[in-house]
């Protein structure tokens, strides 16, 4: 019996169709474990009738629709919004327990999310910790800026304070190939960092600077969420990329302890004026979240992600991104 093998061309052609499948496809919903909206489940109960509300932030942060089978939520950016949102509307949560478990992503997901949580603690008086899981770094770190309190796990590694672009370029693959793109433009700068040429050297400083400019922006942010914790001149100075333990961190100033999530409940009842309060979640698996453990992160069941084999087709778009690379989903 004659075998098939399986070729890495191959294979990549047909993750790259799958993907393409998962993109388009309609979004197919079993109700045994889900629900049409998002409901609150009690993962610590309490005799009080206040609340303080557990939000996830997990992977890459992006605007960008999740495609899974079996998605519910739109996006990083809706899901925070829309727990944000509920949370406000509802006076008996006092408070809100943000848990970031990711290396950071797109420079304007990062953001967004960061001015919801800053307009969610104006407009409500409530206070917002964050406590770091394994990775909260570069716009996971960005985004717990927003936070009253940082709480870090003994094995996180967060930091990575700065900015990185990504363009791909596969000119010495195409004309390998013996592929050429003609490109007509309206001006010198129109396909700057196109993958189908390399950069000059002018382009390269034109990229530069956009990246200084949101470099600023990032050390402005933390700056401000680490008044008082952190000189400016010594944020510079360890804002070179690079990660940290949390037992670094804490030293540098970059969070405000070290433990575990009942250290973080602890905190966000104790900033809210509570003595006791119900830990609570939205999700749209209630079935799934019984304890702080328990269900996916975010209350969500891909069957099928094109994120997935984005990753494993190493895929990255083109951009500008608060991430840590190495750490990409």
Known sequence: MKRTVFGAPLLASALAALAALSACSPRIRIDLLGEDRLQEVVLAASPAREKV???DIDGTISSALETGFLTREK???ARVFERLERAAADPLV???VLRLDTPGGEVTASDIVYH???RFKERTGRPVVGLMMSVAASGGFYIASACDAIVAHPSTLTGSIGVISIFPSVEALMAKIGVKVNIIKSGPSK???SPFRDMTEDEKKMFQAVIDEYYEGFLAVVAKGRRGKV???DLRRIADGRVYTAPQALKLGLID???YFDDAFAKA???AGLTSAKLVSYTYFPKTKSSIYAGPPGGDIPLFDAKVVESMLGSLKAGFYYLWLPRTP
């Open 269 to 271: 009842r104790g900033l």
């Open 94 to 96: 006092k408070a809100v």
């Open 116 to 118: 919801e949580i800053l």
């Open 53 to 55: 509300l557990m939000v």
């Open 231 to 233: 000189s400016a001149d």
């Open 191 to 193: 396909d700057s960092g």
């Open 75 to 77: 996006s990083v950016v």
């Open 257 to 259: 302890a070290v433990g």
